[in-house]
């Protein structure tokens, strides 16, 4: 009897710490009443604010840390202890500043613009698995909503360069536009491959399948080339530096936010740092086994030892390496020419992706991976 | 999982913001307000596909109408001086024409709701790995298969990628001073070096 009680108290301590995500407790919860789904609106809304808050802020502070580092200088060191606050005050003076639409803009389209921009990023935010037990949402067709999702996304910027009634931000929407669409391909193309190694579109059965090596070496070539393929595309559909024609401000002003100023253009810049972390995250999830621990073969104590750092300080930790790597692009590459950028993309990622497919395909098919893979 | 009451509230506010963003897209006077609101009617309609559990369907409206076709709208929009073509005042005729039609499929549709039996379905209740089936079917060369339509379509796309190409492909003319290559490959310029008078470019004689 005494083990039968242990038995008990044993499966409701496991079920208890299955890995559930989010939703699909929000969702068990409101079986009976409509107000408790309401009160989870509520609350994922809060929570979501917060986080987006904090995470921009905490990577515009780390972004001017590391462009001060790379150029011999201090970076923001008044506000607060190193210069915490300085973000802080920073967004404070965007809040408060006059939100201006110009006279000749469309204002309808002036004022959605923003939201629409942030609005991708905060989507993508809720399909990442953080840890075994924190994910908002398990799509089984996670990768295809990604890039679903993700074509989405030039409309905020097309909108917001269209609706200002100004030729630099006009130029600069288009820009974006082109280079976001174009890029996209070689993004899926890479996401594809992953598909492939792991058998499935969902982010946490892609976690699984890294159980037994990340796919960035477990792939052979192919792996580490789709990592590359899609690091260089996200920089470039994250509109930044060596692919910030968008912005150009040495010759567009601002681009497709010239006309934007206050809160509005406060909207603009945390989505793109959101996005940072976003894209980040995916390439973590996808080539760098997400939350799953470090291991190499054989090494026992090794490995039990990496296993003592929780999944979300993995998590984590590989998300920050790939920003500081996004950040280093920044300070090391100078910033291409509209018809480099073509060439780039459509005369070499895009073949390379297509023969990268095509390799993987083959080492799929030929189970010719490094390691042995788990159920197969 | 989720309540009767909750899926009627996400139904209805769902339906109702569709039937509000498709009406914008009829009746905005903008070209691109009118775009934004087709797209608005399409991603929601994923919505009442998810709520259909057919979230791969969902997923590809949005990749497919969302992403490409709708952010190619507001490309040929954005392209044209689509402030200049506003057609603030259709004809007469055309306005008759054009309530008429509506008004009759209207009455077709509401007499093809009206008389049609809806019929449970079953597969519903089973959530299944749709992903994997739809791989399958698309590959399988049996009877149910459909791998003939597959290779068609993906056939269709090549000649289509292929025509593009080949239409937006921009023969340069003869006496072109640069290549839109620019020092890329580091050409070297192929024509003599050019000589401007006042009306025409021609070649030097040296």
Same mark, same amino acid.
């Given at each position: 009897? @005494?083990?039968?009680?242990?038995?008990?108290?044993?499966?409701?301590?496991?079920?208890?710490?299955?890995?559930?995500?989010?939703?699909?407790?929000?969702? !068990?919860?409101?079986?009976?009443?409509?107000?408790?789904?309401?009160?989870?609106?509520?609350?994922?809304?809060?929570?979501?604010?917060?986080?987006?808050?904090?995470?921009?802020?905490?990577? +515009?502070?780390?972004?001017?840390?590391?462009?001060?580092?790379?150029?011999?200088?201090?970076?923001?060191?008044?506000?607060?202890?190193?210069?915490?606050?300085?973000?802080?005050?920073?967004?404070?003076?965007?809040?408060?500043?006059?939100?201006?639409?110009?006279?000749?803009?469309?204002?309808?389209?002036?004022?959605?613009?923003?939201?629409? /921009?942030?609005?991708?990023?905060?989507?993508?935010?809720?399909?990442?698995?953080?840890?075994?037990?924190?994910?908002?949402?398990?799509? @089984?067709?996670?990768?295809?909503?990604?890039?679903?999702?993700?074509?989405?996304?030039?409309?905020?910027?097309? +909108?917001?360069?269209?609706?200002?009634?100004?030729?630099?931000? =006009?130029?600069?929407?288009?820009?974006?536009?082109?280079?976001?669409?174009?890029?996209?391909?070689?993004?899926?193309?890479?996401?594809?491959?992953?598909?492939?190694?792991?058998?499935? =579109?969902?982010?946490?059965?892609?976690?699984?399948?890294?159980?037994?090596?990340?796919? +960035?070496?477990?792939?052979?070539?192919?792996?580490?080339?789709?990592?590359?393929?899609?690091?260089? /595309?996200?920089?470039?559909?994250?509109?930044?530096?060596?692919?910030?024609?968008?912005?150009?401000?040495?010759?567009?002003? /601002?681009?497709?936010?010239? !006309?934007?100023?206050?809160?509005?253009? /406060?909207?603009? *810049?945390?989505? !793109?740092?959101? @996005?940072?972390?976003?894209?980040?995250?995916?390439?973590?999830?996808?080539?760098?086994?997400?939350?799953?621990?470090?291991?190499?073969?054989?090494?026992?104590?090794?490995?039990?030892?990496?296993?003592?750092?929780?999944?979300?300080?993995? *998590?984590?930790?590989?998300?920050?390496?790939?920003?500081?790597?996004?950040?280093?692009?920044?300070?090391?590459?100078?910033?291409?020419?509209?018809?480099?950028?073509?060439?780039? !993309?459509?005369?070499?990622?895009?073949?390379?992706?297509?023969?990268?497919?095509?390799?993987?395909?083959?080492?799929?098919?030929?189970?010719?991976?490094?390691?042995?893979?788990?159920?197969? | 999982?989720?309540?009767?009451?909750?899926?009627?509230?996400? $139904?209805?506010?769902?339906?109702?913001?569709?039937?509000?963003?498709?009406? #914008?897209?009829?009746?905005?006077?903008?070209?691109?307000?009118?775009?934004?609101?087709?797209?608005?009617? &399409?991603?929601?309609?994923?919505?009442?596909?998810?709520?259909?559990?057919?979230? $791969?369907?969902?997923?590809?409206?949005? #990749?497919?109408?969302?992403?490409?076709?709708?952010? &190619?709208?507001? $490309?040929?929009?954005? &392209?044209?001086?689509?402030?200049?073509?506003?057609?603030?005042?259709?004809?007469?005729?055309?306005?008759?024409?054009?309530?008429?039609?509506?008004?009759?499929?209207?009455?077709?549709?509401?007499?093809?709701?009206?008389?049609?039996?809806?019929?449970?379905?079953?597969?519903?209740?089973?959530?299944?790995?749709?992903?994997?089936?739809?791989?399958?079917?698309?590959?399988?060369?049996?009877?149910?298969?459909?791998?003939?339509?597959?290779?068609?379509?993906? &056939?269709?796309?090549?000649?289509?990628?292929?025509?593009?190409?080949?239409?937006?492909?921009?023969?340069?003319?003869?006496?072109?001073?640069?290549?839109?290559?620019?020092?890329?490959?580091?050409?070297?310029?192929?024509?003599?070096? #050019?000589?401007?008078?006042?009306?025409?470019?021609?070649?030097?004689?040296?």
């Amino acid at each position: 009897m @005494n083990t039968a009680l242990i038995n008990m108290a044993m499966q409701t301590t496991l079920a208890a710490i299955e890995p559930r995500t989010i939703a699909q407790r929000a969702a !068990e919860s409101a079986h009976e009443n409509l107000w408790i789904t309401a009160g989870y609106f509520l609350a994922a809304i809060v929570g979501v604010a917060l986080l987006l808050s904090f995470l921009g802020m905490a990577l +515009i502070y780390i972004e001017r840390k590391v462009a001060a580092a790379f150029q011999c200088r201090i970076g923001p060191n008044r506000v607060g202890p190193w210069g915490l606050l300085q973000t802080v005050a920073d967004t404070l003076k965007l809040v408060f500043k006059e939100d201006f639409v110009p006279q000749m803009a469309d204002r309808t389209l002036h004022m959605i613009a923003p939201f629409l /921009a942030l609005l991708v990023p905060v989507v993508l935010l809720a399909l990442i698995p953080y840890s075994p037990a924190l994910q908002v949402a398990d799509l @089984n067709i996670g990768i295809l909503f990604i890039t679903a999702i993700g074509g989405f996304g030039v409309m905020g910027i097309l +909108i917001a360069g269209w609706s200002s009634n100004n030729k630099w931000s =006009m130029i600069g929407a288009m820009r974006a536009g082109a280079q976001i669409i174009s890029y996209e391909l070689s993004a899926t193309l890479a996401l594809l491959v992953v598909v492939l190694f792991s058998g499935t =579109m969902s982010l946490t059965g892609i976690v699984q399948s890294q159980e037994d090596g990340w796919w +960035i070496w477990r792939g052979h070539a192919a792996g580490l080339c789709a990592f590359i393929i899609y690091l260089v /595309a996200s920089t470039a559909e994250l509109n930044r530096t060596p692919f910030d024609i968008p912005e150009g401000e040495s010759e567009l002003t /601002a681009g497709f936010h010239t !006309e934007y100023s206050g809160l509005r253009f /406060a909207f603009f *810049f945390l989505a !793109e740092f959101i @996005n940072m972390f976003t894209v980040s995250a995916l390439t973590a999830t996808l080539f760098l086994g997400g939350w799953m621990p470090f291991h190499i073969g054989d090494w026992t104590s090794f490995n039990s030892a990496m296993d003592a750092i929780p999944p979300s300080i993995w *998590f984590l930790g590989k998300v920050t390496a790939i920003i500081f790597v996004i950040m280093w692009f920044r300070w090391t590459f100078p910033r291409l020419r509209v018809d480099q950028l073509m060439h780039l !993309e459509w005369k070499v990622l895009l073949p390379i992706g297509f023969a990268n497919l095509f390799i993987a395909a083959i080492i799929v098919l030929a189970n010719a991976y490094p390691y042995p893979v788990a159920g197969q | 999982m989720i309540s009767d009451a909750t899926y009627t509230v996400m $139904f209805y506010g769902l339906s109702a913001t569709v039937i509000l963003l498709a009406l #914008l897209a009829v009746n905005a006077r903008q070209l691109l307000r009118a775009a934004l609101g087709l797209m608005g009617m &399409l991603a929601l309609s994923a919505g009442l596909y998810v709520m259909l559990r057919a979230e $791969f369907l969902a997923g590809v409206q949005i #990749l497919v109408y969302v992403g490409g076709i709708v952010v &190619l709208i507001v $490309f040929a929009i954005m &392209l044209t001086r689509s402030s200049e073509l506003l057609e603030d005042h259709p004809a007469k005729l055309t306005r008759i024409l054009g309530a008429t039609f509506s008004i009759m499929f209207m009455l077709i549709a509401c007499y093809a709701l009206g008389t049609t039996k809806f019929t449970e379905s079953e597969s519903t209740q089973a959530v299944r790995d749709e992903v994997r089936d739809i791989g399958l079917a698309l590959l399988d060369r049996g009877a149910n298969g459909y791998l003939l339509p597959f290779e068609a379509i993906s &056939l269709l796309l090549l000649v289509a990628v292929i025509g593009g190409t080949v239409v937006a492909r921009k023969t340069p003319p003869k006496h072109q001073p640069f290549t839109t290559g620019g020092d890329l490959r580091g050409e070297t310029v192929a024509h003599p070096p #050019l000589v401007q008078d006042d009306e025409h470019v021609v070649e030097s004689k040296s």
